[in-house]
């Protein structure tokens, strides 16, 4: 990657530490010029594009592989991450770090950070600027999702670390599902484990938030006032939008509930679970392996978990997996139903939901007795509007854009001197 002199910034840089990977995006922020935020001070917030994505694979069982795709999305680098040990992630950050300054950005330069944290508990229903109080109750949190929320916490302390000074802010999976109604949230088990936290809270809810709040620009239409949302990879989930509003969902207390993923179960019946415990000897270590990392698309299929790969084998068991898929999203999208008293679109996001064509075509035709009614070209050409003229719910596909959204907050968050000078720094030439 030849190295440019830095033409842009100030920067907001987005960091998502996952179970085995990191990924980071640098947005360049706008100017704002100073009329504009002399008559509309309320909305003179500076905006973002993006000018670099990376991504760090391969942190745990693998080889560290590094990727770098420019804001347009091409390819700058695909290569062995060097120096990067398995599974450290200070190691990873500081490639990174390298990596923005070997493509001309200045690091210099970044004026804010913000970071995905999958899980808020009850503490956090927004994003929130970090400190130290919030890095403790981050620490008391991590046990809710042991497989995320360690990595997420990780990479807000290396940042800050690297970078000193510059504000950090912590943007939570679950803050999209805060405001779901008792029904909803509420697990049946007894008050004293539900005032112990046991309830349902949701994830995936920076996506949500995202296709909420593109759902217009993209499509041309208001977002329709009964929306399910399904954001489908190899992590899926769907939520149940009223006017904007997340009033359900299909992921509960944990990450493993409710639709089937890649190597997740989803939603499975608790008497297994209990007999796998006496009959199979399985202790909690052992179960969490089996419904977290051996089962899903993976376990349905005894091949693997990538959506891709099974669409394209001649296979019965890879057939039969996406079936199976297939019909259990069907279920819950029908259940959402229920929680928002009818439906008017149904949106695809995420890996599969975006470009897997034959999945989608098999979750709506499930759905035909709702009124649903797929146009297949449209669907097979990814087109955005994937019903027909006259179909009682429209089908949508909307790519979504977490890191975006993180961007976004980010910069909504910061206090208005940092928002400031974050403005202003946005309009010095750079030297």
Known sequence: ??????????????????????????????????????????????????????????????????????????????????????????????????????????????????????????VFGAPVVVDAGVLADLDRLAHLAPHHMPPNIAGIRGLMGRLPGVPQVACFDTAFHAGQPAESATLPLPRDYRERGYRRYGFHGLSYAYIVSEFARVTGRPLPARTIVAHLGNG????????????????????????????????????????????????????????????????????????????????????????????????????????????????FTGGIGENAAPVRRMILDKLAWAGCKVDVAANDAGRTAITRTGSRISAWVVPTDEESMIARETLRLVATPDRDRVSAAAETPNE
């Open 1 to 122: 990657m030849a190295k440019r002199r830095d033409r842009a910034g100030p920067f907001v840089l987005v960091l998502n530490a996952g179970s085995s990977s990191l990924k980071a995006a640098l947005f360049a922020v706008s100017p704002v010029p100073a009329a504009r935020r002399r008559r509309t001070p309320a909305a003179a917030g500076p905006a973002a594009a993006a000018v670099l994505r990376l991504e760090i694979s391969g942190l745990k069982g693998g080889t560290p592989r590094l990727r770098c795709r420019d804001g347009a999305g091409r390819s700058l680098a695909d290569r062995p991450a060097a120096g990067v040990a398995e599974g450290s992630y200070e190691d990873a950050l500081a490639l990174m770090l390298a990596e923005i300054a070997r493509a001309g950005h200045a690091t210099a330069r970044i004026a804010a950070a913000g970071h995905r944290v999958v899980h808020g508990g009850t």
């Open 236 to 347: 899926a989930s769907m939520c149940a939008v009223e006017h904007g509003r997340g009033v359900a969902t299909t992921m509960g207390y944990s990450t493993l509930d409710g639709l089937v993923m890649g190597t997740r179960s989803g939603s499975i019946d608790p008497g297994v679970l209990i007999e796998l415990v006496r009959s199979e000897r399985l202790d909690a270590a052992g179960l969490e392996d089996l419904l977290y990392n051996r089962s899903g698309l993976l376990g349905l299929s005894g091949m693997t978990s990538d959506m891709r790969t099974l669409l394209a084998a001649d296979t019965e068991p890879a057939r039969q997996a996406v079936a199976h898929y297939a019909a259990a999203a069907a279920r819950h999208a029908a259940a959402l139903m229920v929680a928002l008293g009818g439906c008017d679109a149904i949106v």
